[in-house]
């Protein structure tokens, strides 16, 4: 407090208050006014049931410090976690990653190496394995070098193969799941597509392999050795041979024509001579084990012989080697 004559003032901030009551001593003890030095203060003074109530808007100068640290703080914390979103954003900007996919280079790059430690010598085949991301979905390429492994390739069943890529794409999908993968199996050597495949977010799994070319060259192999049924007491001809597979099997189907060149040989062909279906099972054992020395993979090797007139079947052979005519219509 200052005194300047009489008139009593407060030194608050560094400036001098003027007060509305003058403070004064009663037995040493200095009295002042409590509304007014409060409102000085910036304090607000109210009187209610008898009590004297005393607000303040005035925080502590420390406990403001702390609580704007604080903020610094958080503010800096926050700021930390959106640039590691945005680097993760990056990551995976233009791949259409769908939750749980986990589609990221270094994530497809591990799935990579796993694939080639599991799968690289399967079937005895040096494999090899790409496998990248492309738009939202995965792309497989399974190659292999024909120079050193084309008779190990086709002495493989197509349902071997199948199952071979199926397994891949399992694996792939177990680590990259909500996600499709696609791809082709290749030679490397003439860059050549074997096959290709698709294997869909639900687990559905598709397999086509490009028009059986193995098969088709087998079948131009045989056709070129048989060309005619001569063991049965008339000769009929061998006008070309099929192969298809299904489950494990592989079928081989003669289609042949007993109206030929003129003549029918329906009625001779349904009193074949039981010596001359022994013979008939012959020609069709040999042309089984020609089939069985380039696909020894396969469960059952069957066969049947087709009359292309009729379009019916006349004789089929079973995987004990035995044949079984069929009675043909001779109206």
Do not use: C
């Given at each position: 407090m200052s005194d300047?004559?009489?008139?009593?003032?407060?030194?608050?901030?560094?400036?001098?208050?003027?007060?509305?009551?003058?403070?004064?001593?009663?037995?040493?003890?200095?009295?002042?006014?409590?509304?007014?030095?409060?409102?000085?203060?910036?304090?607000?003074?109210?009187?209610?049931?008898?009590?004297?109530?005393?607000?303040?808007?005035?925080?502590?100068?420390?406990?403001?410090?702390?609580?704007?640290?604080?903020?610094?703080?958080?503010?800096?914390?926050?700021?930390?976690?959106?640039?590691?979103?945005?680097?993760?954003?990056?990551?995976?900007?233009?791949?259409?990653?769908?939750?749980?996919?986990?589609?990221?280079?270094?994530?497809?790059?591990?799935?990579?190496?796993?694939?080639?430690?599991?799968?690289?010598?399967?079937?005895?085949?040096d494999w090899e394995f790409d496998l990248r991301i492309v738009s939202s979905r995965l792309e497989l390429t399974v190659s292999y070098d024909s120079r050193n492994d084309d008779s190990r390739f086709n002495r493989l069943s197509e349902s071997k193969r199948k199952a071979f890529i199926k397994d891949i794409c399992y694996d792939i999908s177990d680590r990259h799941n909500d996600v499709e993968i696609r791809g082709t199996i290749e030679d490397s050597r003439t860059d050549t597509e074997k096959a290709s495949f698709k294997?869909?977010?639900?687990?559905?799994?598709?397999y086509d392999e490009k028009a059986s070319l193995s098969l088709r060259d087998l079948e131009d192999d045989l056709e070129r050795s048989y060309t005619k049924i001569n063991c049965i007491g008339f000769n009929i001809p061998i006008k070309y041979i099929e192969l298809s597979e299904r489950s494990g099997t592989?079928?081989?189907?003669?289609?042949?024509?007993?109206?030929?060149?003129?003549?029918?040989?329906?009625e001779k062909w349904n009193n074949t001579a039981p010596s001359y279906k022994r013979d008939l099972e012959k020609l069709l054992g040999d042309i089984r084990d020609d089939i069985e020395d380039e696909y020894s993979s396969y469960d059952e090797i069957i066969g049947i012989i087709k009359d292309d007139y009729s379009g019916n079947t006349i004789a089929s052979f079973e995987n004990n080697k035995k044949v079984y005519f069929e009675t043909v219509s001779t109206y």
């Open positions: 300047s004559g009489n008139n009593i003032g407060i030194s608050y901030n560094g400036q001098i208050k003027s007060l509305s009551n003058q403070p004064f001593l009663v037995d040493g003890a200095t009295y002042v006014p409590l509304r007014a030095v409060s409102e000085i203060m910036g304090a607000n003074v109210n009187w209610a049931n008898n009590t004297v109530y005393i607000t303040s808007p005035i925080t502590s100068t420390v406990s403001s410090e702390q609580e704007i640290a604080a903020k610094n703080f958080e503010i800096a914390s926050l700021k930390q976690q959106l640039e590691v979103a945005k680097k993760e954003l990056e990551t995976f900007k233009g791949t259409g990653t769908t939750a749980g996919s986990n589609l990221t280079t270094a994530a497809v790059n591990a799935t990579l190496s796993n694939i080639e430690s599991e799968y690289e010598d399967e079937h005895s085949i294997y869909t977010k639900s687990g559905s799994y598709q592989l079928t081989f189907t003669i289609r042949t024509d007993l109206r030929y060149d003129g003549n029918d040989f329906r």
